[in-house]
């Protein structure tokens, strides 16, 4: 069956711009989750999504917001980007949310703000 | 402050020996622990986890071992192979009080040579 699905792969922005990012789970995997991946740093994470409801958020801006739909696709959204907003943004998709859960990655997002 | 410590960035070794990968952690509530194998220009895969009432978990080549006490896990690949080659990120999250999003580590990048 298909994997994560990202889009787009990459972008380039400027800085105060906004941007949207979408993530397709694998069918039939209801939970969502983003990370942000800088260099230097491990994965953190941005926020899950789960029946449509935000369950969880890191410790990101308001500036970043996230949506999911009934059909378990999600979309993260950058608002007045930043130059250290410049990042790798992965999108993960589980069967449920729980501790222990295998999650699968898309490939990623590579965002570029300048 | 890093609650899932990676202290080695890179690793190398000669094909057909041990990997060892090590991961430290502080928060003593974290009930599960996970590793992610992630290739260039690729999400991170899922590797293989622990439940913090086990302190080891072996599947084929790969052995993950946990020391509570210690909070401390290690991951153990033999025989290594070139196709290894990869990151590997060690994640924990905690089980209870609603919130179990996994907490990463930076990364080991691992060089296996033939």
């Known amino acids: 069956k298909a994997g994560v699905t990202q889009t787009p792969r990459y972008l380039i922005k400027t800085r105060g711009q906004q941007v949207t990012l979408s993530c397709s789970p694998i069918?039939?995997?209801?939970?969502v989750s983003w990370y942000q991946q800088t260099p230097g740093q491990g994965l953190q994470f941005l926020f899950e999504?789960?029946?449509?409801?935000?369950?969880n958020k890191g410790n990101f801006p308001g500036r970043f917001s996230g949506r999911q739909f009934s059909n378990s696709r999600s979309e993260m959204n950058v608002s007045t980007l930043e130059l250290g907003d410049s990042a790798l943004y992965l999108c993960?998709?589980?069967?449920?949310?729980?501790?222990?859960?295998?999650?699968?990655f898309g490939q990623g997002t590579r965002l570029t703000v300048v | 402050d890093q609650q899932v410590k990676q202290n080695s960035p890179s690793l190398s070794v000669q094909e057909g020996r041990i990997s060892i990968l090590n991961c430290d952690y502080t928060?003593?509530?974290?009930?599960?622990f996970l590793w992610y194998k992630k290739y260039p220009a690729e999400g991170p895969t899922f590797l293989i986890s622990i439940s913090s009432i086990k302190d080891k978990n072996e599947d084929g080549r790969f052995t993950v071992f946990l020391n509570k006490s210690a909070k401390h896990l290690s991951l153990h690949i033999v025989p290594s192979q070139p196709g290894d080659s990869a990151v590997y990120f060690c994640?924990?999250?905690?089980?209870?009080?609603?919130?179990?999003?996994?907490?990463f580590g930076r990364g080991t990048s691992l060089i296996v040579h033939p």
């Open positions: 994640a924990a999250s905690p089980e209870s009080g609603g919130s179990y999003i996994p907490t």
């Open positions: 069918s039939g995997h209801r939970s």
């Open positions: 928060n003593s509530m974290f009930d599960y």
């Open positions: 993960a998709s589980s069967l449920v949310p729980g501790a222990g859960t295998e999650a699968f």
């Open positions: 999504y789960f029946s449509e409801t935000q369950r």
